[in-house]
Structure formats: C-alpha cells, structure tokens
C-alpha cells in the first residue's frame, strides 16, 4: 500500500470512528487507530475504561466494525490489539 493510500484509508477510518468516539467518551473510554495491514485489517487500541470492559467484544462488532465496514467497504476485518 503506497504512503499517499494509506494516509487517506486512515483518514477514511478516523472519520468513521468519529460516529462512535462520543458514545464511548460517554463512559470514559475511546479507540486509536493502531495500523492498516496490506490486507485491508485495521488495528485497533481500546483506551481508558474500553480496555477493560466486559462490553469491548460487542462493542468492536457492533459499533466500531460496523462503522467503518458501512463506511469504507474494501475493510476486511477490523480486530483489536488488547482488551477482551
């Protein structure tokens, strides 16, 4: 992936993730954007009260992987990198 590609991709997801952050904020936690792998995986890093809830699991699938799949469709998968 060239530098120019992935400095978009990685803009595309921080505008995603943008619809989730307040809800998690809510509750004192939030996400960052670790990495995108060559094969279209995105990294995730929960932050603050999300690396230690019993929610994060669902979380990853039903708001954060749903909003960037919804929003940039060439995302494979989207896991995180601590957590549950």
């Known amino acids: ?14 505008e995603a993730l943008s619809t989730v952050r307040p809800h998690l904020r809510v509750d004192g936690g939030d996400v960052e954007v670790v990495d995108v792998t060559d ?3 995105v990294q995730i890093r929960w932050l603050g009260m999300c690396e230690s809830c019993s929610m994060s699991g669902m ?13 940039i469709p060439e995302i494979n998968e989207v896991v995180a990198v601590n957590g549950y």
């Open 39 to 41: 094969d279209m995986n």
């Open 1 to 14: 992936m060239q530098i120019e590609e992935k400095t978009d991709l990685l803009q595309r997801i921080e």
């Open 59 to 71: 979380t990853l699938q039903a708001g954060i992987a749903e909003a960037i799949k919804g929003k």
